[in-house]
């Protein structure tokens, strides 16, 4: 790398793009592109949805029609990833094309398990009687015990009132480990 390469911020080192994704088309767009050489990541969650009358685990991905792409300012040629089969471009603002920073990337991967997956299911979250701490709500400050989900967005805990035990239904977001 020249002095005048490191003076303009090092243009000749790769950098991770945003490409944006036609509606629908993100794994296909990704296997585009990494058939032609490019490095790609797609970041995956695991979701719980409702689906045929019943809550299922999914897995799709994080940022819906967007995917990221390590590029060479200087030396790769972006022209085919405008054609690329699933590719709608790459994220402009005007006629810039921004970076995204290494470090949003790497802390994108140290959130992924070991299948690739970001789990959002919230069932790894909590165990049965595990202590909890209430957050939010007129028992905000009490701790309890999780019992288990009750729907997709609540927790079923067990608090210790006026030295009854009662169960409360609570939104997941309202209790956090002690």
């Not at 945003?18 to 990704?30: G, I, L, N, S, T």
């Not at 802390?107 to 398990?113: Q, V």
């Not at 979250?125 to 989900?149: C, H, M, S």
Request: glycine content about 8%.
């Amino acid at each position: 790398m020249t002095a005048a390469d490191e003076e303009s911020g090092g243009s000749r080192r790769q950098r991770w793009y945003a490409v944006q994704a036609k509606p629908r088309q993100d794994a296909r767009a990704e296997t585009h592109l990494r058939n032609q050489g490019y490095e790609v990541f797609r970041p995956l969650i695991r979701v719980r949805k409702r689906r045929a009358g019943g809550m299922q685990q999914v897995v799709e991905s994080m940022f819906p029609r967007y995917l990221f792409v390590r590029l060479c300012d200087l030396t790769e040629n972006w022209a085919p990833i405008r054609s690329t089969r699933g590719v709608a471009g790459l994220v402009r603002w005007g006629d810039h094309v921004p970076t995204v920073p290494e470090g949003v990337i790497a802390d994108l991967r140290g959130r992924m398990s070991d299948d690739g997956c970001v789990d959002l299911t919230g069932e790894a979250d909590f165990r049965p009687n595990e202590k909890v701490r209430i957050t939010e709500g007129v028992f905000a400050g009490y701790e309890g015990l999780y019992q288990a989900r009750s729907g997709e967005e609540r927790v079923v805990v067990l608090l210790e009132i006026m030295q009854q035990a009662q169960t409360l239904t609570l939104p997941a977001t309202a209790i956090s480990r002690d």
